[in-house]
């Protein structure tokens, strides 16, 4: 096991009905003037805004709105909410919704006591050195960006899709009320489903040897998804399976499952190209990727991926071939991943094979190399986007 | 699944050597005179309290030392803490050690700014609103009171074992290096290894419906605990496996595997007595009374101790006979508990049939009842400490 830190400092305010109490949080972590960040309609008709501003309103707290965040969140709103914040000298910030108007609320919180354009954190030229306090209700499980320190921005410029991570701005506080999630329709469930799993797989595929506890707490979290999201597919209503899914989806990204090991993520970094490409649900895009990258690269370890097929997927050991039960782990996950309603190759996602080059050019890395578990060159992602061209059962 | 918060603000400073870094973290937190905490004279002699003042001294920070905390930590030691801090206007707390001097440390931190005795707070007859800021620097993975919110603590008048939680107390930070452990003899080992398994089944057996998520991170920490710790018993050096325990030692008592769920801790209550009398190390006082206590509640629930038996143990599952594959995961704990070296029964702990009565009479709920699983009266209390007496493999 590698050296680490790891600090999770956000309080987790669970359960239904609790984000009647935000109100009392913000109170609590010093918050007096509020910027509200949320994104569509959804949340506005089904009256949540109007309870979150009840409750600001009964502890006395001002604040300002800042809505119309969409999916795949851009630069051009990030900087309307600093804008905002400094001429209204509002001090904390409260997303309600999913990861876009999180980490929209988040680029806004470094952006502001910063003198340069936020750009920089998300570029990699500047590392954040302060932020606004920042806090959540969350309305889909899938991010994680409730309890992570990490932030994903577009720039519009250029469709650029890029991460920023930095302990700052970890919540001060994240309501999680699982029945906000039962009017999400069945395929950005399965979606959000999907982004937890691929959270998991990223931390879970590792060179790094002797991490039984994490292997173990990763398990844990892709089989409750395995068990709870048929659950809540075929039953939206289905609280306790929501609920389950929502914790799950915070342990998945707040790294308790991921900590002393070498990391992997070229996955989500293959998959930003096409949900800034195609304006696809990231979960939607991962869901084509992950079992495409996993064909690429599971010769680099096949006990590894054996392991995880039987431990995860229950497939049986195959011990004069284990990559015969690597490959069935992989075949398990496409095929959960079709039962729960999810693209498996491009067509289904609405990609296109001709843009390969050019996905392949807006990643980026050149003559470099990427990623944590195998070290992947240009042309090695051409191959995986390939592989998920022709994906199928 | 039950509402619930969570909350556990430490950070966990871990690896090889991280002690060193103690003094940048305690500055981190804004301590500038510190009340050092420790037992016995190991951490002296390994030199570790040597390399913590060290640290302190290179950040400019002052101490005063607080030595000599004795397993079963007593009251004593917490008052004379409490005036050492008030007399010297010390303004943090580091433990080093562990639970004893880490609950000592706990106890001093919300007695100093308290006018009356801190025991109102084990008593239950006050709350604690303030609290001096508590870091740990670990050397014994069990009590997980290096990420917990508990102390408990032995008042010498009466020898009554009580604890208190709040979460004021849950340290700044945690230093866990896990080469720390490498010097503990295989009996302590064992011990702090039954103790966090305990920690883990406290949470486990329950009677809230649908709570997969933690199950499964509970089924985690438990396998990996009968993975890691007969390597550890055959290879006390074994740096990988003794970083395993050390993280799972954490992660069963920070509750993140608990929350949402009714928990039980009886076994904890029942096991306080007997090493309140007999002064015996907790964990093999747990490893007595929790296969016992198991055995007597087991038809309460028996699927769900069917379900440990088939998921942790890995027993078949008797479809026919539920209660078999039930009793025959309790028999494989107590197995494993005697191939650690723990005692399974009264003789072997050191602990008498005939102080039976006593024992009861001190856990102290008269006509009470007491446990989150099944509600235990005194009675049932003193039959569990039967089925201890005569406990065999």
């Given at each position: 096991?590698?050296?680490?830190?790891?600090?999770?400092?956000?309080?987790?305010?669970f359960?239904k009905?609790?984000e009647?109490?935000?109100?009392?949080?913000?109170?609590?972590?010093?918050?007096?003037?509020?910027?509200?960040?949320?994104?569509?309609?959804s949340a506005?008709?089904s009256?949540l805004?109007?309870?979150?501003?009840?409750?600001?309103?009964?502890?006395?707290?001002?604040?300002?709105?800042?809505?119309?965040?969409?999916?795949?969140?851009?630069?051009?709103?990030?900087?309307?909410?600093?804008?905002?914040?400094?001429?209204?000298?509002?001090?904390?910030?409260?997303?309600?919704g999913g990861?876009?108007?999180?980490?929209?609320?988040?680029?806004?919180?470094?952006?502001?006591?910063?003198?340069?354009?936020?750009?920089?954190?998300?570029?990699?030229?500047?590392?954040?050195?302060?932020?606004?306090?920042?806090?959540?209700v969350l309305t889909i499980a899938a991010?994680?960006?409730e309890?992570?320190?990490?932030?994903?921005?577009?720039?519009?410029?250029?469709?650029?899709?890029?991460?920023?991570?930095?302990?700052?701005?970890?919540?001060?506080?994240?309501v999680l009320d699982p029945a906000l999630t039962q009017t999400l329709p069945a395929?950005q469930t399965a979606c959000g489903a999907?982004?937890i799993?691929?959270?998991?797989?990223?931390?879970?595929?590792?060179?790094?040897?002797?991490?039984?506890?994490?292997?173990?707490?990763?398990?844990?979290?892709?089989?409750?998804?395995?068990?709870e999201t048929?659950?809540v597919?075929?039953?939206p209503d289905n609280y306790d399976a929501r609920a389950n899914i929502m914790w799950a989806g915070?342990?998945?990204?707040?790294?308790?499952?991921?900590?002393?090991?070498?990391?992997?993520?070229?996955?989500?970094?293959?998959?930003?190209?096409?949900?800034?490409?195609?304006?696809?649900?990231?979960?939607?895009?991962?869901?084509?990727?992950?079992?495409?990258?996993?064909?690429?690269?599971?010769?680099?370890?096949?006990?590894?991926?054996?392991?995880?097929?039987?431990?995860?997927?229950?497939?049986?050991?195959?011990?004069?071939?284990?990559?015969?039960?690597?490959?069935?782990?992989?075949?398990?996950?496409?095929?959960?991943?079709?039962?729960?309603?999810?693209?498996?190759?491009?067509?289904?996602?609405?990609?296109?094979?001709?843009?390969?080059?050019?996905?392949?050019?807006?990643?980026?890395?050149?003559?470099?190399?990427?990623?944590?578990?195998?070290?992947?060159?240009?042309?090695?992602?051409?191959?995986?986007?390939?592989?998920?061209?022709?994906?199928?059962?």
């Amino acid at each position: 096991m590698n050296n680490f830190n790891f600090y999770s400092p956000t309080e987790f305010v669970f359960g239904k009905d609790r984000e009647n109490d935000c109100g009392e949080y913000v109170k609590k972590y010093g918050g007096t003037k509020v910027l509200l960040v949320y994104g569509g309609g959804s949340a506005v008709k089904s009256g949540l805004i109007g309870r979150v501003e009840e409750s600001l309103k009964n502890n006395g707290i001002g604040f300002s709105e800042l809505g119309g965040v969409q999916p795949n969140p851009r630069d051009t709103l990030v900087y309307k909410g600093i804008d905002m914040c400094r001429a209204e000298g509002l001090d904390f910030i409260l997303a309600v919704g999913g990861g876009s108007p999180i980490d929209t609320a988040k680029a806004i919180a470094i952006g502001v006591p910063y003198d340069g354009d936020f750009w920089d954190f998300y570029s990699g030229q500047a590392r954040p050195e302060k932020a606004v306090p920042v806090a959540t209700v969350l309305t889909i499980a899938a991010a994680g960006s409730e309890g992570s320190p990490d932030s994903v921005i577009t720039k519009t410029d250029g469709m650029l899709k890029r991460g920023c991570g930095t302990d700052l701005i970890r919540p001060k506080f994240s309501v999680l009320d699982p029945a906000l999630t039962q009017t999400l329709p069945a395929y950005q469930t399965a979606c959000g489903a999907t982004d937890i799993m691929a959270h998991v797989f990223e931390r879970y595929f590792t060179n790094t040897k002797e991490v039984e506890i994490t292997d173990r707490l990763c398990e844990a979290v892709l089989m409750t998804m395995i068990k709870e999201t048929p659950r809540v597919i075929a039953d939206p209503d289905n609280y306790d399976a929501r609920a389950n899914i929502m914790w799950a989806g915070m342990v998945a990204h707040n790294n308790i499952v991921g900590v002393g090991r070498e990391q992997d993520w070229n996955s989500h970094g293959i998959e930003h190209e096409l949900s800034a490409l195609y304006d696809c649900a990231h979960g939607a895009g991962l869901a084509v990727i992950m079992p495409a990258w996993m064909e690429f690269v599971y010769k680099h370890d096949v006990m590894r991926f054996a392991q995880a097929a039987v431990r995860i997927w229950g497939v049986k050991m195959n011990f004069a071939d284990p990559a015969v039960t690597a490959l069935e782990g992989i075949h398990r996950f496409r095929m959960f991943l079709r039962s729960i309603g999810m693209p498996i190759n491009f067509e289904e996602l609405g990609a296109k094979e001709e843009d390969i080059p050019a996905l392949v050019e807006k990643f980026g890395i050149g003559d470099g190399e990427t990623g944590g578990f195998v070290h992947l060159k240009a042309a090695d992602i051409a191959e995986i986007y390939r592989i998920a061209v022709r994906a199928e059962l």
